[in-house]
């Protein structure tokens, strides 16, 4: 496949009226093709995303890509691992309904944006199929949220939800 669309800050709402933006890669054709997404605060285009995972060689390969911004990055307002969960939730159904999208989607990444796939999986929206978290803990109870019992700092904030 040599043809690849892209489009750029592509709206996604989420369930309170917020706005996210995400860059979105498609193969060439009609599709339909498996989603492959990625949630992070250092923002869409930074060249760590492409050493993680590079669209236009997934795109070439048969997948759709999906690249987000969490909310409040770059647009202010940021609160650190606040609404990943729900926002997870939200991304992966709507990334799933994206035009020429097959209705599956896995999520890739590292550090935060590996956590940001713990905390989508946890919401567990029907069409996310696999997570790939790397540089990041192997469960989100080990260290995260809690280091041999005690509730860490993350755990802080009373809009998270503690599993």
Known sequence: ???IQ???DVPAQMRDGTVL???VYRPGGTGPWPVLLSRLPYGKQMPMVVAILDPLTAARRGFMVVIQDTRG???GGWESLTYEESDGYDTVRWAAALPGA???VGMIGVSYFGNTQW???LSKPPELKAIAP???WSDPDDGLWTAGGPLGPWS???RVRLW
């Open 21 to 23: 933006r995400a860059d």
């Open 1 to 3: 496949m040599a043809e």
């Open 102 to 104: 097959s209705g599956s």
């Open 156 to 158: 802080r904030s009373p």
């Open 6 to 8: 892209i489009e750029f």
């Open 73 to 75: 990055r770059f647009r």
């Open 119 to 121: 905390m989508a999986a």
């Open 134 to 136: 790397m540089v990041m």
